[in-house]
């Protein structure tokens, strides 16, 4: 099945900089590249998606790009605030997996004000 | 509009004994996925459910895992046996339908504590 591995485990930022956060994914098959916020209590919160057949989408101050070729895709947060502390998960669906999402193991980020 | 909703929210049990999780999903959606959690891990896949069938479940651990959604909208994780390694936030999500085109929306788990 889909391994994806996510880097860095933890991060922390001063307020108003930018963080980012990567992800590499095995299945060559894989054509979609979900991003979840997590924080402390609460279920993972979709934050952002992207399809194979795009390489960048942008919402506000959030992020993702992705190279097919290298098999791998990142979360830019740009201006980042202290709420944007919590745990970040990458996850990929796989082209024969159904409604299966492969999540990664997370990022703690923590942003100080 | 409401989200998806698990009971209990918390959830303590003793070895060996069976227990039932319930998850609601949003009203609509067709597509329902049980997912665990382990401290420190990503969500990891049990089962995914089309409707009212299993179209999925090749996730479940073992035989003393099995999960229902007899009318394609209320589904229910049951654990029997209970082992210590049980022990993690079992996550409910739903999707307006399965597939690619579909996101995941999860719930707030069931922290299930064997002791």
């Known amino acids: 099945g889909e391994n994806v591995e996510q880097h860095p485990s933890t991060l922390s930022v001063q307020e108003g900089d930018s963080a980012v956060i990567k992800c590499t994914y095995s299945d060559s098959a894989s054509n979609y590249f979900p991003w979840y916020k997590q924080e402390l209590g609460k279920g993972p919160q979709l934050i952002i998606d992207i399809r194979s057949n795009v390489g960048e989408k942008k919402d506000q101050r959030i992020a993702v790009t992705l190279n097919k070729t290298a098999k791998h895709f990142s979360l830019h947060i740009t201006e980042t605030q202290p709420e944007d502390s919590a745990v970040y998960f990458c996850?990929?669906?796989?082209?024969?997996?159904?409604?299966?999402?492969?999540f990664g193991r997370g990022t703690q980020l923590t942003v100080w004000p | 509009g409401a989200g998806v909703s698990q009971t209990p929210s918390n959830k303590v049990t003793e070895k060996g004994k069976y227990v039932e999780l319930r998850c609601d999903p949003i009203s609509g959606h067709t597509a329902l996925y049980w997912y665990r959690q382990s401290l420190g891990q990503g969500p990891e896949f049990l089962i995914y459910?089309?409707?009212?069938?299993?179209?999925?479940d090749s996730g479940l651990p073992n035989d003393r895992f099995f999960a229902v959604r007899p009318e394609g909208s209320v589904s229910t994780l049951k654990i029997q046996r209970t082992e210590r390694g049980d022990s993690a936030v079992y996550l409910c999500?739903?999707?307006?339908?399965?597939?690619?085109?579909?996101?995941?929306?999860f719930g707030n788990g069931t922290r299930l504590t064997v002791t």
């Open positions: 999500a739903s999707s307006l339908m399965g597939g690619l085109g579909s996101p995941l929306h």
């Open positions: 996850a990929a669906k796989g082209g024969s997996t159904l409604g299966r999402l492969y």
């Open positions: 459910f089309q409707g009212t069938g299993a179209a999925d």
